[in-house]
């Protein structure tokens, strides 16, 4: 597992990926805020209005896509019951309310473009640009994008028992990595297949997984400290993970004479 620059290898960042986590679930709390309770809305009242409204119209549009009917047609269909009924109960409004097929993806598009970029980037390398130092001269780029590859295995899958492992080069529950063997440099084919497999994982998480889970948690612990992580905690940890070792390795890059990587740049388009 990598070091900070300056810190003895000794020391290096195991609590990062983990030597010791137990896993225990625990299901996300229901809402107590009565029929029609958006869990986003409640989170952004008074803060975020936006992302409450975006809910909103993104459940319109899924529900008119799979032939629904129309919050209109179902106040009126209510109405009418009602009116013929009148020992009928009150309609549950379904206004903003978020289906458990709901996937997150939607909120984090744009996040695939680290890992495409990067494997780009990396993928025409020769051994000797991979050998390039990242921040310490001990720490060259190959080393640093492998450990980005796996740290994204270690969580999703020996955290939060998310399947997939198997499927790439980081099968140790504890943790270790490529660039914990710094002798063995790794290729770039290597690399390429680590960044690919490895984002499988991402990609299929944040198709199945719903806002309803997302706190749903795992207990790590070491010695006597237990620390609580969420999924949401999680895919922002790997998130912001990605970015800092992406911007070193294209820091390093570019100081170098190679081209540097910037994922932003597909979050936009060029109209003229």
Not at 156 to 185: K, M
Request: hydrophobic share 35%.
């Amino acid at each position: 597992m990598r070091r900070m620059p300056g810190a003895t290898r000794s020391l290096s960042a195991r609590w990062d990926r983990g030597r010791s986590c137990s896993v225990q679930w625990k299901p996300p709390a229901r809402s107590s805020s009565g029929p029609g309770h958006c869990p986003l809305k409640a989170e952004t009242t008074g803060s975020n209005p936006v992302r409450a409204t975006a809910c909103c119209q993104l459940r319109r549009q899924q529900a008119a896509a799979q032939g629904e009917p129309s919050e209109r047609d179902v106040q009126i269909r209510a109405g009418a019951s009602a009116a013929s009924d009148t020992s009928a109960t009150p309609k549950q409004n379904t206004r903003c309310s978020l289906p458990s097929m709901h996937s997150i993806a939607p909120f984090y598009a744009g996040y695939h473009l680290f890992n495409d970029d990067l494997v780009k980037a990396l993928a025409p390398l020769s051994a000797e640009q991979l050998a390039l130092p990242v921040g310490s001269p001990t720490w060259p780029i190959w080393a640093s994008a492998s450990h980005l590859a796996g740290a994204r295995v270690f969580w999703l899958c020996h955290v939060f028992n998310e399947p997939g492992a198997e499927a790439t080069p980081f099968n140790d529950p504890t943790g270790v990595g490529w660039e914990d063997d710094l002798a063995h440099p790794r290729s770039a084919d290597e690399l390429v297949g680590a960044l690919t497999s490895s984002w499988k994982i991402v990609e299929r998480c944040l198709a199945t997984w719903t806002p309803e889970t997302l706190g749903q948690e795992a207990r790590r612990t070491r010695g006597t400290e237990v620390r609580i992580h969420t999924r949401q905690s999680v895919l922002m940890r790997l998130i912001t993970h990605d970015a800092f070792h992406t911007g070193e390795i294209s820091l390093a890059l570019g100081s170098n004479g190679l081209p540097a990587i910037e994922p932003w740049a597909g979050l936009s388009q060029v109209v003229r």
